[in-house]
């Protein structure tokens, strides 16, 4: 009989979030001092994205593990409220993260 188990989503999970280089939080965290005015703060995409590859990571590995998905969780589990606005087929504006304090 095999000692390998099946992951449960929980486990699932967990690995997802260790998995997650410390970079990115400092990242979204550097850019939303930089832009917060004490009640909320308006984070560019293309900056994040910029800053990230700055830093040795490439954008479609970003979005391809979600880790900015991932962050704005976190971000909703530590108790702000965040949106992420991007432009449909009739608008036109660049994408970005609104952070909101609750």
Known sequence: MSSSQVLSPEAAVAAWKLSL????VD???AKLLEKFDGKNAQVLEEAL????????FASNRVCEQGWLE???GMYQESGWKVEYRSPNWEES??????????
Do not use: R, T
């Open 49 to 56: 994205l910029k800053s990230l590859k700055d830093k040795g």
């Open 21 to 24: 280089p410390d970079e990115v």
């Open 27 to 29: 990242i979204f965290n």
């Open 70 to 72: 991932q962050v704005q």
């Open 93 to 102: 504006f660049k994408s970005y993260f609104f952070f909101e304090h609750k």
